[in-house]
């Protein structure tokens, strides 16, 4: 009788052994290093990049997302090549939402030479106001031609850029974009710059567009409370015309990256503005001093790396 208990309690072990220590791999049985590589990777997913793109006197920001690619403006029409070869450096093959501030031709200059030619675009948004530039109405021509929506950005809209990223938009307000879309006339289209707050998790940075002090002013008296970011796109390339004490003050930012040409003949950045960033102890980036400027950020913390040099 105990020889066969003994067997019996021998084969139960023998089975849970087994089933223990030899069935199918799960999470916990799988090597710690294996465990850390797959979490790092999931992390990695969840990474927004920011790309200040070094294209001379313009604009053009990339955001990616863990979902879409995302390019706000597309700097000047004599920069259309160091546009393309910024987008290929980034290894960009869609644009899922293309975002112009506004029709200056620092900011669509390459819409339709670059970006509208080379790239399969999802949707368009821009300030809802038209112009009678030529890159305008080539712009529009060429949107109706490949059937891309376009829509209007109005203060308080919303972008879900996916990956848990969106971008709330601050300017124009809808009285003056609904006011500006009837005519060609009477605009001020610096001021009429769509200038939205990107956020993801505690991370969120301010593109400013062309906005000068009078867009500013109406900002921080409308969304006063919403406007502190992380880090700040200086508006109008660093121009004595914007960044207003007020507005500095509203966005508190850590942080600001200027996109600017060497030796352009605007003097952008300007001196009076570079002290107030410098009074406020930022950590300031230029595409003419550190080329290509590529902000991570894990909705936690982030880090800013530039192509050369160091912050000022």
């Given amino acids: 009788m105990r020889n066969k208990l003994g067997m019996i309690l021998g084969l139960v072990l023998l089975i849970t052994s087994l089933l223990t220590g030899c069935g199918a791999p799960n999470a916990a049985n799988q090597p710690a290093a294996q465990n850390e590589e797959k979490a790092a990777s999931a992390d990695k997913n969840k990474e927004l ?83 009678k530039s030529k890159l305008y109405l080539n712009y529009m021509k060429k949107l109706k031609q490949k059937n891309i929506p376009r829509h209007a950005l109005t203060a308080g809209d919303v972008l879900d850029l996916g990956g848990g990223v969106s971008f709330k938009v601050l300017s124009p307000p809808k009285d003056v974009v609904e006011k500006g879309s009837k005519s060609t006339d009477n605009h001020d289209p610096n001021n009429e710059s769509v200038v939205g707050k990107l956020i993801f998790g505690n991370f969120s940075m301010m593109f400013t567009g062309d906005a000068e002090q009078q867009a500013e002013k109406v900002m921080v008296d409308n969304f006063a409370g919403d406007l502190r970011s992380t880090l700040l796109k200086a508006g109008h390339h660093g121009s004595k015309t914007s960044s ?48 290509t400027i590529v902000v991570t950020s894990d909705g936690k913390s982030y880090k800013i790396k530039p192509e050369r040099g160091d912050a000022q």
């Avoid at 160091?82 to 390459?110: F, S, W």
């Fill in 49 to 131: 990049t920011v790309t200040m793109l070094n294209v001379g006197q313009g604009d053009a920001i990339l955001i990616k997302t863990a979902e879409q690619t995302v390019l706000i403006d597309t700097s000047d029409l004599d920069e259309q090549e160091k546009l393309r070869a910024e987008l290929k450096k980034a290894q960009v093959k869609r644009i899922d939402k293309l975002i112009l501030t506004h029709p200056h031709a620092d900011h669509i200059g390459g819409v339709d030479g670059v970006v509208l030619k080379d790239y399969e675009v999802g949707e368009v948004y821009d300030n809802g106001m038209p112009s």
């Fill in 244 to 291: 207003s004490a007020a507005f500095l003050r509203a966005v508190q930012p850590e942080g600001v990256l200027i996109s600017c040409g060497a030796g352009n003949d605007y003097g952008h950045p300007h001196k009076q503005t570079m002290k107030k960033y410098q009074s406020l102890k930022l950590k300031i980036y230029e595409t003419d001093l550190n080329g």
